[in-house]
């Protein structure tokens, strides 16, 4: 049965591959369009057109570093990063019901942050590659 009212952040994870990433904090996912101005000589009053172009979309993750994780460890992307590996994501609650968003993606950036007295965290940016499918779980 699908989720009713808010979800909460805990449920909507990233999955590369058939895993979700361990130890995730917060998912992004977010979609841009470039838009231009289409300024004619037949247009009055100070009027614009737009004209669409083209979409992209990135997805990042943050969460905490450990050596022992399982599922698409800091070290597992840091593979896929140095291989240029096109990964295969997710962007779903893993609910019946729910939306699940799939798309091809490439790591653009990875960083593993350690201060002094603090859990060691990593965060990674995914950049979508060709188009997003949305389905629903079954």
Do not use: C
């Not at 019901?97 to 060691?120: H, K, T």
């Amino acid at each position: 049965m699908a989720t009713t009212g808010i979800v909460d952040g805990s449920l909507l994870r990233i999955k590369i591959g058939s895993s979700v990433v361990s130890y995730a904090t917060v998912s992004n996912y977010s979609r841009t369009r470039n838009v231009e101005d289409r300024i004619h000589k037949d247009l009055t009053s100070g009027q614009v057109e737009k004209s669409l172009k083209e979409a992209s979309g990135t997805v990042s993750i943050e969460g905490f570093y450990a050596e022992d994780a399982t599922n698409n460890s800091p070290e597992t992307l840091e593979t896929a990063f140095e291989n240029k590996t096109q990964l295969s994501v997710d962007f779903t609650t893993g609910v019946t019901g729910d939306s699940i968003r799939s798309f091809s993606a490439y790591i653009s950036s990875l960083e593993i942050n350690a201060e002094a007295q603090q859990d060691v965290t990593f965060s990674a940016t995914l950049e979508i590659d060709g188009a997003v499918t949305i389905q629903t779980v079954t």
